[in-house]
């Protein structure tokens, strides 16, 4: 059974220009979360979603962030008009979906670096 | 609001030398506490978690960790460490379970010395 997949690995990405974040849930998950690792820090929740739906974004910023989870295909977190401060590791964690005990499983990240 | 606070951003051991490393949370009501290890440059890997029941839980490569509600506290412990041990650990706390956010300290760097 194959883990949470995120793509790319590592972004590189000039001021002002926007960053594509992808995330494949692992095989029977229907939640998905994202964090941000900024460097000597935790992680901080961002956004959770749901196929088609946003449960939770408390923790987005309110500008430039946005995050989707279609009906096919990966869960996208898409950066626009990125500063140097958006360099950080960018997590995804999925979950079934069914209980509360249920764990996140996380994947292994995109670092992305705005030059 | 829930937090969670780790004491010691980075601890020395020696090999074979018992590892303790701290959580206290906070929560507003009964909490899910989890934690997670983290090698260089890779994702977060599940150690343990408490949901409810036995307040000892037993994770993987000998790790375990006890809920102390009167002390707020999920101290992690392996009773002897391995080189392997060396790595980032995080714990962290959900008041809503497992399928919301989670609230995670700010990590813990396990050096482990020969």
């Known amino acids: 059974n194959a883990g949470v997949m995120q793509n790319p690995r590592h972004l590189v990405r000039r001021r002002g220009q926007e960053a594509r974040l992808r995330c494949s849930p692992m095989?029977?998950?229907?939640?998905v979360y994202w964090y941000r690792q900024l460097p000597e820090e935790g992680l901080k929740f961002m956004v959770y979603?749901?196929?088609?739906?946003?449960?939770?974004e408390s923790g987005m910023p309110k500008e430039r962030f946005s995050a989707e989870f279609p009906k096919e295909g990966p869960s996208i977190l898409r950066i626009q008009q990125v500063v140097r401060g958006d360099s950080a590791a960018y997590f995804c964690?999925?979950?079934?979906?069914?209980?509360?005990?249920?764990?996140?499983?996380f994947g292994p990240g995109t670092r992305l670096t705005v030059l | 609001a829930q937090s969670v606070t780790q004491l010691g951003s980075h601890v020395s051991v020696s090999e074979g030398a018992l590892v303790l490393l701290r959580c206290n949370y906070s929560?507003?009501?009964?909490?899910?506490l989890f934690w997670y290890v983290q090698y260089p440059n890779q994702g977060l890997q599940l150690l343990l978690k408490?949901?409810?029941?036995?307040?000892l839980v037993k994770g993987i490569n000998g790790f375990e960790a006890e809920f102390k509600k009167s002390e707020t506290s999920f101290h992690l412990t392996k009773p002897s460490a391995h080189m392997s041990d060396a790595a980032e650990y995080f714990c962290?706390?959900?008041?809503?379970?497992?399928?919301?956010?989670?609230?995670f300290g700010s990590g813990t760097r396990l050096q482990v010395q020969p």
């Open positions: 929560s507003s009501v009964p909490p899910y």
């Open positions: 962290a706390v959900s008041d809503q379970g497992g399928r919301r956010a989670l609230t």
């Open positions: 964690a999925s979950s079934p979906g069914v209980s509360d005990t249920d764990t996140q499983y």
């Open positions: 408490y949901t409810t029941g036995a307040t």
């Open positions: 095989k029977g998950h229907s939640h």
């Open positions: 979603l749901q196929k088609e739906n946003i449960i939770d």
